[in-house]
């Protein structure tokens, strides 16, 4: 925890060029930007370079029964999970684009709303998103039921993208589960 350090993750290509123009304007201090390996998700990654306000994240889908939270390309990831589900839940979808500082008027509204929040990261589970979401709840007095998925604190064998993804249950079949499940 270096304090005054941004530390985001962007869930496409557009996001990632905004969050470099974003990271090299004047002021911004230390500005940590994690991006994946392997190949995007946006053929065309052209747009506009917009400032993204830091600490602010968005609404991708509304719902009324469970809130997942993502950062960084496990979003789409989790998009595709939720149209697949179509009719059988309803999802809010929120993507944090940022860790450092968190979106706390995005946790506010989660807090409010839903008693289940599945938080979805292609990090580690133990002080990644969904530890920052726990503290944050319980810190407010919020009590909702929070399962997290991520990387586990062990070593994952050697695969593809898609591979590691499956066997750590982040991918599209892994977030349908956790969501059905809560």
């Known amino acids: ?58 609404k991708l889908h509304d719902g009324d029964d469970v809130a997942v939270l993502t950062i960084g390309p496990m979003g789409n990831n989790a998009m595709r999970a939720i149209e697949q589900l179509g009719s059988e839940a309803s999802v809010a979808l929120y993507d944090m684009r940022f860790l450092k500082p968190i979106d706390e008027n995005i946790l506010e509204e989660v807090g409010k709303k839903f008693k289940r929040i599945i938080t979805v990261e292609n990090g580690a589970i133990r002080g990644g998103l969904g530890s920052a979401v726990l503290e944050w709840m319980n810190d407010h007095g919020y009590t909702p039921k929070v399962k997290r998925l991520g990387l586990p604190d062990n070593f994952v064998e050697h695969g593809t993208v898609k591979e590691l993804q499956h066997i750590v249950g982040i991918d599209e079949d892994g977030i349908k589960k956790a969501i059905l499940e809560s």
């Open 1 to 58: 925890p270096v304090p005054n350090l941004t530390i985001c993750s962007p869930m496409d290509e557009h996001e990632l060029r905004r969050l470099m123009y974003t990271a090299q304007l004047p002021d911004k201090g230390p500005f940590v930007i994690r991006y994946p390996r392997g190949g995007g998700e946006l053929h065309d990654w052209r747009c506009p370079l917009e400032e993204v306000k830091v600490g602010t994240g968005r």
